[in-house]
């Protein structure tokens, strides 16, 4: 639910379908929602930067990039887009050079 409803949100803002401070409430909405989240802190926030960095409408992508930043760790992923894109803010790699 997260990921889906705050790259709806951010699509939305980029599309200029919603306007950034439309967006930045209903973000701020589902940040406090009375549902049990199981996410790491701020990652909804740097996946919205990194999208916005990168030039993405959608965050989908974006979450994976900013989950390693969170955690400071290495990102494995098959995607040369991904790969391509995302190796510019963390260390991402294949599994071939694991």
Not at 25 to 50: F, H, M, Q, Y
Not at 58 to 70: C, G, I, N, P
């Amino acid at each position: 639910m997260w990921s889906e409803a705050s790259s709806v949100l951010h699509e939305l803002r980029w599309r200029r379908e919603i306007s950034g401070e439309l967006a930045q409430i209903a973000l701020d909405r589902l940040t406090v929602a009375n549902v049990s989240p199981r996410r790491p802190k701020g990652l909804i926030e740097e996946a919205w930067r990194v999208a916005d960095r990168l030039g993405w409408a959608k965050t989908y992508d974006a979450e994976y990039l900013a989950l390693a930043r969170l955690l400071r760790c290495r990102l494995v992923t098959t995607d040369a887009k991904l790969k391509s894109a995302g190796s510019g803010l963390v260390n991402v790699i294949g599994p071939a050079d694991l």
